[in-house]
């Protein structure tokens, strides 16, 4: 296996220029994954990886070797597509053994690496059926097996689950974890699923517009987001955002002032902020309660109910709704007014420009401690 490192990886189509200069360091063993919405230039990059694509400049080099000329063949890579590209003509064990046979390999060597493959993607049942007698997570499974049989360095996966159903996907991303484990290959990895993102990869790249905006673990995008835009990308549903202003500022807090007329005081390094400025303030629907004591008051637009929780859609006035998830036991009916409480630990703050407040000592839920606050008055 390998790393994979891109230095300053640009990519442009005549005059319009679509990867602005990536960094990046992919560890050997490592799971990757891409992430980002329609355009954002993650299927590029990954083509760019693959040698699909000519890098327009900068470098990639995989395991310490730089591979922008080099063929795809020769960069020992292994691509699984959205469309599994199966022969139809074919078995699924010739479908498997077929680069293996291009490559010259013996009979003996193609034979236990496809049985080998087979028997770790439990499909070694279906090496005698057509591409036609399969169900499609069948069919994906082939695809991967095809890549595995060639030991590549590096294993690419572009959007491989979007042709299946619920169940299939579930399935097929358990297995995919699991190959993972079993082989310990480096595996960079494209969706647009958050729940595939999420539980596949040891770290998550967000990209948007053709740059990236953060680089973590699932749990570090998810608690830590660096600026709005990846903390409105990360999270099912989408984290609420309310306009708010700066009231004061303390040593690790900073009070806003709430659009309703109250005011919460949000754990955060106060950097770079001034009483009066606007702030947008950042809570997950996870971090919103039902609760009469609450400070914010709104109307129920809509219930979804999910079985083991529900989704409110609360109608706050002057165009803006927050979404508030509540226990799957709990009352709710779209017209009826609620009032709503904030955990404001579990509060984000961000910048007009956009960047995020770090939370005190880096914490994802510090203790409280006593206001220290300087009054915008």
Same mark, same amino acid.
């Given at each position: 296996?390998?790393?994979?490192?891109?230095?300053?990886?640009?990519?442009?189509?005549?005059?319009?220029?679509?990867?602005?200069?990536?960094?990046?360091?992919?560890?050997?063993?490592?799971?990757?994954?891409?992430?980002?919405? *329609? =355009?954002?230039?993650?299927?590029?990059?990954?083509?760019?990886?693959?040698?699909?694509?000519?890098?327009?400049?900068?470098?990639?080099?995989?395991?310490?070797?730089?591979?922008?000329?080099?063929?795809?063949?020769?960069?020992?890579?292994?691509?699984?597509?959205?469309?599994?590209?199966?022969?139809?003509?074919?078995?699924?064990?010739?479908?498997? +053994?077929?680069?293996?046979?291009?490559?010259?390999?013996?009979?003996?060597?193609?034979? %236990?690496?496809?049985?080998?493959?087979?028997?770790?993607?439990?499909?070694?049942?279906?090496?005698? $059926?057509?591409? $036609?007698?399969?169900?499609?997570?069948?069919?994906?499974?082939?695809?991967?097996?095809?890549?595995?049989?060639?030991?590549?360095?590096?294993?690419?996966?572009?959007?491989?689950?979007?042709?299946?159903?619920?169940?299939?996907?579930?399935?097929?991303?358990?297995?995919?974890?699991?190959?993972?484990? !079993?082989?310990?290959?480096?595996?960079?990895?494209?969706?647009?699923?958050?729940?595939?993102?999420?539980?596949?990869?040891?770290?998550?790249?967000?990209?948007? =517009?053709? #740059?990236?905006?953060?680089?973590?673990?699932?749990?570090?995008?998810?608690? #830590?987001?660096?600026?709005?835009?990846?903390?409105?990308?990360?999270?099912?549903?989408?984290?609420?955002?309310?306009?708010?202003?700066?009231?004061?500022?303390?040593?690790?807090?900073?009070?806003?002032?709430?659009?309703?007329?109250?005011?919460? *005081?949000?754990?955060?390094?106060?950097?770079?902020?001034?009483?009066?400025?606007?702030?947008?303030?950042?809570?997950?629907?996870?971090?919103?309660?039902?609760?009469?004591?609450?400070?914010?008051?709104?109307?129920?637009?809509?219930?979804?109910?999910? =079985?083991?929780?529900?989704?409110?859609?609360?109608?706050?006035?002057?165009?803006?709704?927050?979404?508030? $998830?509540?226990?799957?036991?709990?009352?709710?009916? %779209?017209?009826?007014?609620?009032?709503?409480?904030? !955990? #404001?630990?579990?509060?984000?703050?961000?910048?007009?420009?956009?960047? +995020?407040?770090?939370?005190?000592?880096?914490?994802?839920?510090?203790?409280?401690?006593?206001? !220290?606050?300087?009054? %915008? %008055?």
């Amino acid at each position: 296996m390998a790393d994979v490192v891109l230095k300053n990886v640009q990519k442009s189509f005549g005059r319009v220029k679509i990867i602005h200069g990536v960094d990046l360091d992919i560890r050997d063993g490592e799971f990757v994954v891409f992430v980002g919405p *329609s =355009g954002c230039g993650k299927s590029t990059l990954l083509r760019l990886i693959a040698g699909l694509e000519d890098i327009t400049a900068g470098d990639l080099l995989i395991g310490g070797e730089r591979v922008n000329d080099l063929v795809p063949a020769k960069r020992g890579i292994a691509m699984v597509f959205q469309s599994y590209a199966l022969y139809p003509h074919m078995n699924v064990y010739d479908n498997m +053994a077929f680069g293996l046979e291009l490559a010259k390999s013996s009979k003996a060597q193609i034979d %236990a690496k496809v049985r080998e493959a087979a028997r770790m993607l439990q499909i070694d049942n279906l090496l005698d $059926r057509k591409p $036609r007698q399969l169900s499609g997570g069948q069919r994906q499974r082939v695809a991967i097996g095809r890549a595995i049989v060639r030991d590549p360095k590096v294993f690419l996966f572009d959007e491989p689950l979007s042709n299946l159903d619920a169940a299939l996907r579930v399935q097929t991303r358990i297995e995919i974890a699991k190959l993972h484990n !079993d082989t310990g290959a480096t595996m960079i990895y494209v969706t647009h699923d958050q729940v595939e993102a999420m539980t596949l990869a040891d770290r998550i790249v967000v990209l948007n =517009g053709g #740059r990236i905006e953060q680089v973590g673990t699932p749990l570090d995008l998810y608690h #830590r987001p660096a600026n709005l835009f990846v903390a409105g990308f990360i999270g099912s549903p989408q984290m609420n955002f309310i306009e708010c202003q700066v009231a004061g500022v303390g040593l690790d807090e900073v009070l806003v002032s709430l659009p309703s007329g109250g005011t919460l *005081s949000v754990p955060v390094a106060p950097e770079a902020v001034n009483p009066g400025e606007a702030v947008t303030l950042g809570v997950r629907p996870d971090h919103v309660r039902v609760n009469p004591q609450g400070s914010l008051t709104g109307r129920v637009e809509l219930v979804e109910e999910l =079985g083991e929780n529900h989704l409110l859609y609360v109608d706050m006035g002057k165009g803006r709704r927050l979404t508030v $998830r509540e226990p799957g036991d709990a009352r709710h009916e %779209a017209g009826n007014t609620v009032t709503l409480e904030i !955990d #404001r630990e579990s509060c984000h703050l961000f910048k007009r420009s956009g960047a +995020a407040l770090p939370s005190r000592a880096g914490t994802v839920n510090p203790a409280p401690s006593s206001p !220290d606050l300087t009054s %915008a %008055a």
